[in-house]
């Protein structure tokens, strides 16, 4: 089984704070996703990658970057936390197909609070 | 634009009764479309997906869905549910570029005893 792991599952940390959180996958998919999943609001798509060294911003991507030096790691970085980054942030991945009927393996979740 | 509106905020329902949850797509061609559950504490999982052939798919836990294109809809179904069943459903679309995916605002599913 594919296993997308992410490296905290919760995170407090203060306003202006620069914030790593980390994503790893074990099954050598090429594509990686960053999204944030708010009540109400469902998951919303901050970043995503094709390969290493690409990225490509999502619907939200303001306030945050992404580095991915490797096929399995994807990083996302939040330069400067604030409050409104207070979220649950949802890591997946998936194999590359031109298709669109591969699906998404995700992570349990890193519950990041901004204080 | 493409979208997915998921009308129920929240349902309700006794174990052992049948569930039916809404979903709703706006697409301007044939969709991708996909159920995931997230139980609490956990990352999401795939139930089912639909992208070509039979209307009405199986996917896992006893649920399924059907595929109607005059009503744009993908609902979910599962005849008796059992009290595992408790967890937040989300109905995804396919992009139309790359392999992404529009999402639901979800639906919170509590069964009662």
């Known amino acids: 089984d594919v296993k997308v792991t992410q490296s905290s599952r919760y995170l407090v940390k203060r306003t202006g704070e620069k914030v790593f959180l980390e994503c790893v996958q074990d099954m050598d998919h090429e594509n990686m996703f960053w999204y944030r999943q708010d009540p109400g609001l469902g998951l919303r798509l901050i970043y995503f990658s094709y390969d290493v060294k690409m990225k490509e911003k999502g619907d939200i991507p303001e306030g945050y970057s992404v580095s991915r030096e490797k096929k399995e790691r994807f990083s996302l970085i939040l330069e400067s936390a604030s409050t409104n980054q207070t979220s649950m942030y949802l890591c997946a991945s998936s194999l590359f197909e031109t298709t669109l009927n591969e699906k998404l393996f995700f992570g349990s979740g890193t519950q990041l609070s901004v204080l | 634009a493409q979208s997915v509106t998921q009308p129920d905020i929240h349902i309700t329902v006794s174990e052992g009764a049948s569930l039916e949850l809404r979903c709703n797509y706006s697409?301007?061609?044939?969709?991708?479309l996909f159920w995931y559950v997230q139980s609490p504490g956990q990352g999401l999982q795939l139930l089912l997906k639909y992208f070509s052939g039979d209307t009405l798919v199986q996917g896992i836990k006893g649920f399924e869905a059907e595929f109607k294109r005059s009503q744009s809809s993908f609902n979910l179904r599962k005849p008796s549910v059992h009290w595992s069943d408790a967890a937040e459903y989300f109905c995804a679309v396919g992009r139309n570029t790359g392999n992404q995916f529009y999402f639901g605002t979800g639906t919170s599913l509590t069964v009662i005893p």
């Open positions: 697409y301007g061609a044939t969709p991708y």
